[in-house]
């Protein structure tokens, strides 16, 4: 059973470029969560991704954005990079049933912007 | 909004030290708590679960008790072992549901032999 893909590993970017992040669920999950963990620092929440719609979204500006695709599969988009957008950025996937909210996580892309 | 409190690091124990690492959550009602744990380059893992008051989780010799009347859900191992050192997460979920997770800073741990 394959867990919480994402792709890519490592990605190197410059100011003011867009990046694009994927992640792909655990099987049988429908529900994606995005989060953002700086150097040192607890993971902090994006949004989250439900029936292709974003459902909750953390303190984050609008340059960043996702989708989710009818195959569960989702993207996370971050545009005019800054510096501070450096990070590992963490694709979180669960089942939607009842109030269950365990999450299982991918390993991560490392984002550096220059 | 939800809050997750946990203690600093970098926390560092011999070989078969019983280990504590505290941590208290400030929320809407009583989500579940989580404890996840980050070895060195790899990604989160859950390592234990509470979903309700006087759950106790438990997992690979790690406990764990959901203490509504002090909102603390400590991580406690009896013996650690070298292969323990890794950062760890107390974590807590969001009662109205949508799966939000909100995650405390992380306490490192480094067990020397």
């Known amino acids: 059973d394959a867990g919480v893909t994402q792709s890519p590993t490592h990605l190197i970017k410059t100011r003011g470029q867009q990046v694009t992040l994927r992640c792909s669920p655990k099987?049988?999950?429908?529900?994606v969560s995005w989060y953002q963990q700086a150097l040192g620092q607890g993971p902090q929440f994006i949004f989250q991704?439900?029936?292709?719609?974003?459902?909750q979204r953390g303190n984050f500006p609008d340059r960043f954005s996702g989708h989710q695709f009818p195959n569960y599969s989702s993207e996370l988009n971050v545009n005019a990079l800054l510096l501070g957008d450096s990070a590992l950025y963490l694709c979180a996937s669960s089942l939607d049933v009842g109030n269950t909210d365990t999450q299982y996580f991918g390993p991560g892309t490392r984002l550096t912007v220059l | 909004g939800n809050s997750v409190t946990q203690m600093e690091g970098p926390v560092t124990l011999s070989e078969e030290a019983f280990l504590t690492i505290n941590c208290t959550y400030t929320a809407t009602g009583y989500p579940s708590l989580f404890w996840y744990v980050q070895y060195p380059g790899e990604g989160l893992q859950l390592l234990l679960k509470?979903?309700?008051?006087?759950d106790k989780g438990s997992n690979k010799g790690f406990e764990a008790t959901y203490r509504k009347e002090t909102t603390s859900f400590h991580l406690e191992k009896g013996s650690v072992q070298v292969s323990d050192s890794a950062v760890y997460f107390c974590a807590g979920g969001s009662s109205g549901g949508y799966q939000k997770v909100t995650f405390g800073t992380g306490t490192k741990l480094q067990v020397i032999p």
């Open positions: 991704y439900y029936e292709e719609e974003e459902r």
């Open positions: 099987s049988g999950h429908d529900t």
């Open positions: 509470a979903t309700k008051a006087d």
